[in-house]
């Protein structure tokens, strides 16, 4: 790929739990005519990475402190995209989007933090346009799976002949993994910092543009519900709090109609689990809401910054999940009882907070460094110039 910058892709964060893991699928498929690097604040961890992953010397290594902006456009000035793998993402990542929105530099990310990405939305959203940054955020498991199986059901529904879309929903039916040092370190950040999140997870439009209203149909459910389209018990869904902003943003950015919500929830083979994962969940907020008990969780029980799943528990986690969109018709044309809906399966064969992640944010990345935005575009829906 011809470019006047020096690198297609930096990895920034790379030290990190998952920037390795990103870093090892680049190192096997990245495509050839793509330089990179790796980058950081601490250059004698980015060297000792480099060796241990085998990397060749053309791999860069570039350094700089992510709270200075004059430093980080420094660094995103010399590529074409870059991935952001370094969280929690408001403590450490502003200074890295503003940089890359600033440089008309691509950038994407594996947060999972709504009010960073409410932040960098006001902050760099009219300078993005202006430079052509492309900026993605919530590449991981937040929030691809229910984004782009969603997008893909909404799709579907339009061949029917419907073009509005009354619900969408994500059940998620097997998963097996683990949790890393970093994903913890973001959820203690926010549990000790109430007031820095509060605003924007009270709100479920919050992410919205600001010349779109929500529908007003979406209401958080914590108690275990039933679904006779999976003939299972579900609960409260870990992720739903994040997913269901970024599909709302999806929906009001491609006009999935003004009644559209959603919703993500865990399924179970019986009431007790559910209600026991229900009551589980509630002890685990009050735990990690109080101080005295959040550290000693993170002394003695969770893993430490730059730890987490082996490469075993990695090859054997996995999430399985299905998705139901309905469309929005008159009761006149329900069919069999209820709306018209279109369903999806899908399985990610590998943990997917980090193995899978690391492969989805990656593939992103290698787009962006080419300039591929139509397959962006195609592909996952809360893609924002």
């Given at each position: 790929?011809?470019?006047?910058?020096?690198?297609?892709?930096?990895?920034?964060?790379?030290?990190?739990?998952?920037?390795?893991?990103?870093?090892?699928h680049l190192l096997q498929y990245c495509p050839k005519d793509l330089t990179w690097a790796i980058g950081g604040r601490d250059k004698g961890r980015l060297e000792k990475l480099h060796s241990s992953i085998g990397a060749s010397?053309?791999?860069?290594?570039?350094?700089?402190?992510?709270?200075?902006?004059?430093?980080?456009?420094?660094?995103?000035?010399q590529t074409v995209a870059l991935i952001a793998a370094a969280g929690p993402f408001f403590d450490y990542g502003r200074m890295v989007v503003k940089a890359c929105a600033?440089?008309?530099?691509?950038?994407?990310?594996?947060?999972?933090?709504?009010?960073?990405?409410?932040?960098?939305?006001?902050?760099?959203?009219?300078?993005?346009?202006?430079?052509?940054?492309?900026?993605?955020?919530?590449?991981?498991?937040?929030?691809?799976?229910?984004?782009?199986?969603?997008?893909?059901?909404?799709?579907?529904l339009k061949k029917r002949g419907?073009?509005?879309?009354?619900?969408a929903r994500e059940y998620i039916v097997g998963m097996g993994g683990a949790a890393s040092g970093g994903t913890i370190a973001t959820m203690a950040?926010?549990?000790?910092?109430?007031?820095?999140?509060?605003?924007?997870?009270?709100?479920?439009?919050?992410?919205?543009?600001k010349n779109v209203k929500g529908s007003g149909l979406d209401v958080t459910w914590y108690l275990p519900e039933y679904e006779p389209r999976l003939k299972k018990w579900t609960s409260y869904g870990l992720m739903s709090a994040v997913d269901c902003k970024?599909?709302?943003?999806?929906?009001?950015?491609?006009?999935?109609?003004?009644?559209?919500?959603?919703?993500?929830?865990?399924?179970?083979?019986?009431?007790?689990?559910?209600?026991?994962?229900?009551?589980?969940?509630?002890?685990?907020?009050l735990f990690m809401a109080l101080p005295p008990t959040r550290w000693l969780l993170l002394k003695y029980v969770f893993p430490a910054p730059?730890?987490?799943?082996?490469?075993?528990?990695?090859?054997?986690?996995?999430?399985?999940?299905?998705?139901?969109?309905?469309?929005?018709?008159p009761q006149n044309k329900f069919v069999n009882g209820r709306r018209p809906y279109v369903s999806a399966s899908a399985l990610l064969p590998s943990d997917p907070g980090?193995?899978?992640?690391?492969?989805?944010?990656?593939?992103?990345?290698?787009?962006?460094?080419?300039?591929?935005?139509?397959?962006?575009?195609?592909?996952?829906s809360h893609f924002r110039f």
């Open positions: 790929m011809s470019s006047s910058r020096k690198y297609s892709l930096i990895v920034w964060g790379a030290t990190g739990f998952t920037g390795r893991l990103i870093c090892e010397k053309d791999v860069g290594i570039v350094v700089a402190d992510p709270a200075d902006l004059e430093a980080m456009k420094a660094v995103t000035s600033l440089t008309g530099t691509s950038y994407c990310d594996i947060t999972g933090e709504p009010h960073f990405a409410a932040w960098s939305i006001e902050e760099n959203e009219e300078n993005a346009k202006k430079t052509g940054a492309a900026i993605v955020h919530f590449c991981g498991m937040d929030s691809v799976p229910f984004d782009y199986f969603t997008y893909l059901c909404v799709e579907e419907y073009d509005k879309v009354w619900e950040s926010l549990f000790g910092n109430p007031a820095l999140a509060s605003s924007v997870a009270a709100d479920p439009y919050s992410l919205n543009p970024v599909s709302r943003r999806s929906a009001a950015l491609r006009n999935y109609g003004p009644n559209y919500h959603c919703d993500e929830r865990q399924a179970h083979g019986s009431i007790f689990v559910a209600i026991g994962l229900t009551l589980g969940l509630f002890i685990f907020v730059g730890q987490g799943p082996t490469k075993e528990q990695q090859k054997n986690g996995y999430m399985k999940t299905r998705h139901f969109v309905e469309a929005d018709v980090y193995s899978a992640t690391a492969i989805i944010i990656s593939e992103i990345a290698i787009l962006l460094a080419q300039k591929k935005y139509y397959l962006l575009i195609l592909s996952f």
